[in-house]
T-cell receptor, first 111, second 114 residues
Framework: GENVEQHPSTLSVQEGDSAVIKCTYSDSASNYFPWYKQELGKRPQLIID?????GEKKDQRIAVTLNKTAKHFSLHITETQPEDSAVYFC??????????FGKGITLSVRP | DSGVTQTPKHLITATGQRVTLRCSPR?????VYWYQQSLDQGLQFLIQYYNGEERAKGNILERFSAQQFPDLHSELNLSSLELGDSALYFC?????????????FGPGTRLTVT
């Protein structure tokens, strides 16, 4: 089955800097890659997703890039703010198959 | 607010007991997924239902079972509870049965087994 790994497991950045979180996946048939943000004690929230027919997608300060050849995708957050501090989960799936989540990365933005 | 509702928000019970967690999907969503999240752990997929039928099964214990009713709400039943079952239980819903569509999570039920 699909295996999704996230690197690093924790990330600390200074407010205003950029943060990049990388995920790798194992199944080359996977074609959908969402990112979720989870604040402490709250539900995971979908913040951006990308499908395999595009290489990059942006939404204000966040962007996701996909490299199908290398089987990795990354979340980019620019101009980080303290409210960006959370756990970020990546996931992958192929058609008619469940989402497989990574273990999550804790992002801390230092004011 | 994702549109997915879960009840109860909190549940405290003793070992050996049985509980039922309830989830109502977003209007129009046919799929419901259940996840378990233990302290400092990731999201463990338990089971998926699509339009009343079981679609996929993950790391769900035999003591756990679920179903989806004709009105599309779902219930997760946990029996013979153990201390290690203490966790946040989330359900999520999506429009289709395929994993390639957006999943929206409910607020979760925090289960504490004492």
């Amino acid at each position: 089955g699909e295996n999704v790994e996230q690197h690093p497991s924790t990330l600390s950045v200074q407010e205003g800097d950029s943060a990049v979180i990388k995920c790798t996946y194992s199944d080359s048939a996977s074609n959908y890659f969402p990112w979720y943000k989870q604040e402490l004690g709250k539900r995971p929230q979908l913040i951006i997703d990308i499908r395999s027919n595009v290489g990059e997608k942006k939404d204000q300060r966040i962007a996701v890039t996909l490299n199908k050849t290398a089987k990795h995708f990354s979340l980019h957050i620019t101009e980080t703010q303290p409210e960006d501090s959370a756990v970020y989960f990546c996931a992958a799936s192929k058609a008619n198959s469940k989402l497989t989540f990574g273990k999550g990365i804790t992002l801390s933005v230092r004011p | 607010d994702s549109g997915v509702t879960q009840t109860p928000k909190h549940l405290i019970t003793a070992t050996g007991q049985r509980v039922t967690l309830r989830c109502s999907p977003r209007s129009g969503d046919l799929s419901v997924y259940w996840y378990q999240q233990s302290l400092d752990q990731g999201l463990q997929f338990l089971i998926q239902y699509y339009n009343g039928e079981e679609r996929a099964k993950g790391n769900i214990l035999e003591r756990f079972s679920a179903q989806q009713f004709p009105d599309l709400h779902s219930e997760l039943n946990l029996s013979s509870l153990e201390l290690g079952d203490s966790a946040l239980y989330f359900c999520a819903s999506s429009v289709e049965g395929s994993g390639g569509r957006e999943q929206y999570f409910g607020p979760g039920t925090r289960l504490t087994v004492t």
